[in-house]
């Protein structure tokens, strides 16, 4: 039987969280100023503001996640508290991975996920957290497609897992090379992504008074590859997923937009009947556009022995925008924008993408570029513009073109 999963999007600021819900995401996740595993890459929202994402998710009758799945040590425990009891009013459940974290969330009367992090990987153990209480389990990365189905039947509990974005080269994220080479712990939040950095290697020879050195190339030696699901996104459906969540805090709007917009696409389709390679292959390419790494299928098809990692972790996009300028006004009944060019020229036939808090992210293409009455083929820098713009915008959202890039679009069975 084929099950319609919610489609959850990260949100790491507010103009993401809102591009989420533009492009149809059934649910959003975020993290809060402390106790999530994207401190040090992304903006998060603070209490102040959970009030406001919570107001514009539950508007779409989209739920908000709060992600607090870092490991707690003995002082962390007041703050957990204070933390918890302010954002109850305003979140549909926290996503968690320490046991503290457990007994909080049912202190308070918060429904709670179990995080990745934990591991979970077969259906005992998901029945034994279904029992302390928790209402949906997000698998172990490490569960092949056979696995999370076998799961998914016998646990009679929610299952989570990740279809698309970046995928860490420890088991379940729980990996101690930051913490060693940095003094910023992983599994606090605060990774500093040695994995995907260039590495020197050097050969020690007993007896012999020179040693080698090899420079690896950048980006080759543990990075992963980013996970797509969308060529078995309907193989992912009759396996009775929930929730099919898309990673990336740390990433642009444009990511959020491409990504969800492809996911509520492949899921549509099958849902109609209609899904095939070929579409699939379409949707690839549209998230080919915006950054990621070189593509894979993640161990959904299998745990290899050997090969396991990528041999490259350099930005796949196929697309790159270059920032124009912001939006100086904007005039609602003749549905005009008008823009401060601040640095990229831009020009009649460009792709323009507009970002923004409220706005989220408007792309459109240039058709018509007009300065008062004179009809323009150019805009340069330090002028200004008007152009037809069909969806509202706001004055101050950042205004950016974006460019083609001739880089090839791969999906490899490695991770």
């Known amino acids: 039987m084929t099950r319609t999963p919610e489609i959850l999007a990260p949100a790491g600021d507010m103009t993401c969280l809102q591009t989420a819900l533009d492009a149809g995401a059934d649910a ?26 919570a107001e514009r998710c539950h508007a779409r009758y989209a739920k908000l996640y709060l992600t607090l799945n870092t490991l ?3 002082n962390d425990l007041p703050a957990l508290d204070e933390t918890l009891r302010a954002a109850k009013p305003h979140i549909d459940a926290a996503i968690v991975a320490d046991w503290a974290a457990v007994e909080a969330c049912k202190r308070f009367g ?22 302390q209480g928790a209402s949906r389990v997000v698998l172990a990365r490490e569960c092949t497609l056979e696995e999370v189905a076998a799961i998914a039947k016998a646990a009679d509990i929610e299952i989570e897992t990740f ?3 970046a995928v ?5 994220g729980r990996c101690l090379l930051s913490h060693d080479a940095y003094g910023c712990s992983s599994n606090r939040g605060e990774c500093h992504q040695p994995c995907r950095r260039q590495f020197l290697i050097q050969e020690l020879r007993e007896g012999e008074n020179a040693d080698a050195e090899f420079v690896v190339g950048p980006h080759t030696v543990l990075s992963a590859r980013d996970l797509c699901s969308l060529p078995f996104v309907d193989k992912l459906m009759r396996a009775g997923i929930a929730s099919f969540k898309i990673e990336g805090r740390a990433r642009n709007p444009e990511y959020v937009k491409t990504v969800v917009t492809a996911y509520r696409a492949a899921v549509a389709a099958v849902l109609g009947g209609t899904f095939s390679q070929e579409f699939a292959a379409r949707l690839t390419a549209d998230c ?3 950054y990621h790494r070189e593509f894979g299928c993640g161990l959904f098809h299998g745990r290899p022995g050997a090969g396991q990692f990528t041999d490259t972790d350099e930005n796949q996009a196929t697309t790159k925008k270059r920032h124009v300028g912001v939006v100086l006004n904007y005039y609602p009944k003749a549905k005009i924008v008008q823009v401060a060019i601040q640095d990229q020229p831009i020009a009649v036939g460009d792709a323009l993408s507009i970002h923004g808090p409220t706005s989220g992210v408007v792309d459109l293409t240039v058709r018509d570029l007009r300065r008062d009455d004179e009809v323009c083929m150019r805009a340069e820098r330090g002028t200004w513009v008007t152009l037809p713009c069909e969806s509202r915008v706001r004055v101050n959202d950042k205004v ?6 001739l880089v090839p679009v791969t999906l490899s069975d490695r991770v």
């Open 28 to 53: 959003v996740y975020l993290g809060l100023e402390g106790f999530n595993m994207r401190q040090m890459a992304t903006r998060n929202f603070t209490l102040a503001t959970l009030s406001e994402a």
């Open 72 to 74: 707690l040590f003995e």
């Open 110 to 131: 918060i429904p709670f996920h179990i995080s990745t992090q934990m591991s979970c990987s077969n259906s005992a153990a998901a029945r034994f957290l279904k029992a």
């Open 163 to 165: 279809v698309h974005g």
């Open 168 to 172: 860490c080269v420890a088991v379940s």
């Open 288 to 290: 080919a556009k915006v």
């Open 400 to 405: 950016f073109v974006v460019k083609g890039l």
